[in-house]
């Protein structure tokens, strides 16, 4: 990688990064600003939770069940599909996959659900292209910051790697604001176009 050679692993983002798709899509768009502001608010304390680990995606069906006038079982089956059907972002997987034919060593780390290791990991195959995959939910608790999740993939690797000679592809600025402090580089995800012109600059 011309402009960082120093680099030894790659740190990628899922949602809004690797992926931009909608968990729940399979409901249909009339449920979209529904399960958006029950689920997926900055104030909702049902996500955070989801997210940390500390529900399952089973009992964010069964809430959303009365919100949307639809059976746990229905949701939880179309969340499933969801997920197995999701595409990504293709030029945020172009470039993964090279970094790793490149011998770079790549993780996948990302503020998820336990729908993630479930259904999106295995449909997807996941596991086969990133050499570490670290999601929120396994810590099961609220983290203020993708932080831990990061030293996590740094403590299964040698010693040799760190926040210095690693790169994070991330979508949130404060993520990629603290990774940089952290003494690392850092580009913030928004578009495929607006990616590969960095990449080709």
């Not at 809430?63 to 599909?81: F, T, W």
């Not at 999701?86 to 729908?115: E, H, K, Y």
């Not at 596991?127 to 996590?152: G, H, I, M, T, Y």
């Not at 010693?159 to 993520?175: H, K, Q, V």
């Amino acid at each position: 990688m011309k402009k960082y050679p120093d680099i030894r692993a790659v740190i990628i983002d899922f949602g809004f990064t690797l992926s931009s798709d909608y968990y729940f899509r399979e409901l249909g768009p009339q449920y979209t600003d529904r399960i958006a502001q029950f689920v997926f608010s900055r104030d909702s304390e049902i996500g955070r939770r989801w997210m940390g680990g500390l529900i399952s995606s089973h009992e964010v069906s069964e809430r959303l069940s009365d919100c949307l006038g639809l059976s746990a079982n229905e949701i939880q089956s179309a969340l499933a599909r969801g997920c197995s059907r999701m595409s990504f972002n293709q030029s945020v997987w172009n470039f993964a996959r090279t970094q790793r034919a490149d011998g770079r060593n790549l993780a996948l780390v990302t503020g998820n659900a336990d729908i993630f290791r479930e259904v999106i990991v295995p449909s997807h195959g996941l596991d086969r292209e990133f050499d570490s995959l670290v999601s929120s939910s396994n810590f099961r608790v609220e983290l203020p910051s993708k932080q831990p999740l990061w030293d996590a993939v740094f403590d299964a690797l040698r010693p040799e790697f760190g926040y210095a000679n690693s790169l994070l592809i991330e979508d949130t600025r404060r993520e990629v604001e603290l990774f940089r402090d952290l003494g690392g580089s850092a580009y913030q995800y928004r578009t495929d176009q607006e990616f590969d012109d960095w990449l080709n600059s």
